[in-house]
T-cell receptor, first 110, second 116 residues
Framework: QKEVEQDPGPLSVPEGAIVSLNCTYS??????FMWYRQYSRKGPELLMY????GNKEDGRFTAQVDKSSKYISLFIRDSQPSDSATYLC??????????FGKGTRLSVIA | GAVVSQHPSRVICKSGTSVKIECRSL??????MFWYRQFPKKSLMLMAT?????????EQGVEKDKFLINHASLTLSTLTVTSAHPEDSSFYIC????????????FGPGTRLTVL
């Protein structure tokens, strides 16, 4: 079993839809959870950063972490064509390298 | 804040030559920088962790004599791909830890290397 599993998609949704992106993981030591957005041929951009379990909201984005289920989610409300990108989850334990998911390719169709 | 730059953004070189890629933290001092490699439609693979003033720590399977990393200052780390071959063609991305947040990493825009 890989440390971090993420469905690569592609995921295609109409503009305005709510998007749900998810990752599961196996290492119970992970405490820090991140979502990055990566446009084609660009570096990843940090979207959300969460420590331990709980929810975090920033504008149209909501990150959820359920450590008991080893499951994290990113919700995008009122999705826009400009949200079309690859979304990578990443996580780690203290003082250890980040472990990335494979990324989910999202297309928001106008 | 927390901006990381890379130079060059794209480089094409002949097989056998060496290529240097620079990674700079523009508005913060980064004691730790990371170098990743990404193949098309694949996730990021950590190559090495670079700490200012000390030797880089390489991940298993990464040749340290082939991928030379120098972290000479708190704002600059360099990756040199020595004697490049076509199989080294890839997207190389650096990241830096922001001291203002315990664990966040901020990524550079990446460098696309093509070895002919």
């Amino acid at each position: 079993q890989k440390e971090v599993e993420q469905d690569p998609g592609p995921l295609s949704v109409p503009e305005g839809a709510i998007v749900s992106l998810n990752c599961t993981y196996s290492n119970s030591a992970f405490q820090y959870f991140m979502w990055y957005r990566q446009y084609s041929r660009k570096g990843p951009e940090l979207l959300m950063y969460t420590y331990s379990s709980g929810n975090k909201e920033d504008g149209r984005f909501t990150a959820q972490v359920d450590k008991s289920s080893k499951y994290i989610s990113l919700f995008i409300r009122d999705s826009q064509p400009s949200d079309s990108a690859t979304y990578l989850c990443a996580m780690n334990a203290r003082n250890t390298p980040l472990v990335f998911g494979k990324g989910t390719r999202l297309s928001v169709i106008a | 804040g927390a901006v990381v730059s890379q130079h060059p953004s794209r480089v094409i070189c002949k097989s056998g030559t060496s290529v240097k890629i620079e990674c700079r933290s523009l508005d913060f001092q980064a004691t730790t920088m990371f170098w990743y490699r990404q193949f098309p439609k694949k996730s990021l693979m950590l190559m090495a962790t670079s700490n200012e003033g000390s030797k880089a720590t390489y991940e298993q399977g990464v040749e340290k004599d082939k991928f030379l990393i120098n972290h000479a200052s708190l704002t600059l780390s360099t990756l040199t791909v020595t004697s490049a071959h076509p199989e080294d063609s890839s997207f190389y991305i650096c990241s830096a830890k922001s001291p203002s947040s315990y664990n966040e990493q901020f990524f550079g825009p990446g460098t696309r290397l093509t070895v002919l």
